[in-house]
C-alpha cells in the first residue's frame, strides 16, 4: 500500500522559510499528480500546489505564486514545498497528496482527484 509521509513543519517568523517534504513509499504515482493542501482552523482544505510525478508541469494557487516551489526528486521518491516569505495566513496543516490516475478530469486543485494522503505537518506563522 502506498503510503505519504510528510515531514519539515514548524513555527516561524513572518517572513521565514520552510520546506516541507513528502516522503512516497510503497508504490508511485507514475502518470499522475503529487499535491500539496493545506487546512486552518475552521477552514475548509485548499488547494496549494501540484506537480506532475515526472516533474514537468507545476500548478500553484494564487496567494502562494511567486513564493512557493513545488518539486520532485525521482530518485528519493520525495516531492518538496519550499514556502518562502511565509505570512501568518499560511498557518495551516499541510497535506500531501497523490492523484489518481484519472486526476485531470477532476483537476490538479481539486481534492476529489487525489487518492491517498499523508497524515499533514503542521506550520505556524508569528507575526
Known amino acids: 500500500q502506498v503510503q505519504l509521509v510528510e515531514s519539515g513543519g514548524g513555527l516561524v517568523q513572518a517572513g521565514a522559510s520552510l520546506r516541507l517534504s513528502c516522503e512516497v513509499s510503497?508504490?508511485?504515482?507514475?502518470?499522475?499528480?503529487m499535491g500539496w493542501f493545506r487546512q486552518a482552523p475552521r477552514k475548509e482544505r485548499e488547494f496549494v500546489a501540484a506537480?506532475?510525478?515526472?516533474?514537468?508541469?507545476?500548478w500553484y494557487q494564487s496567494s502562494v505564486k511567486g513564493r512557493f516551489i513545488v518539486s520532485r526528486d525521482k530518485a528519493k521518491n520525495t516531492v518538496y514545498l519550499q514556502m518562502n516569505s511565509l505570512k501568518p495566513e499560511d498557518t495551516a496543516a499541510y497535506y500531501c497528496?497523490?492523484?489518481?490516475?484519472?486526476?485531470?478530469?477532476?483537476?490538479?486543485?481539486?481534492?476529489?482527484?487525489?487518492?491517498?494522503w499523508g497524515q499533514g505537518t503542521q506550520v505556524t506563522v508569528s507575526s
Open positions: 510503497g508504490g508511485t504515482f507514475a502518470g499522475s499528480v
Open positions: 506537480i506532475t510525478w515526472g516533474g514537468t508541469t507545476t
Open positions: 497528496a497523490g492523484g489518481k490516475s484519472d486526476i485531470m478530469a477532476y483537476g490538479p486543485a481539486r481534492a476529489a482527484g487525489y487518492g491517498a
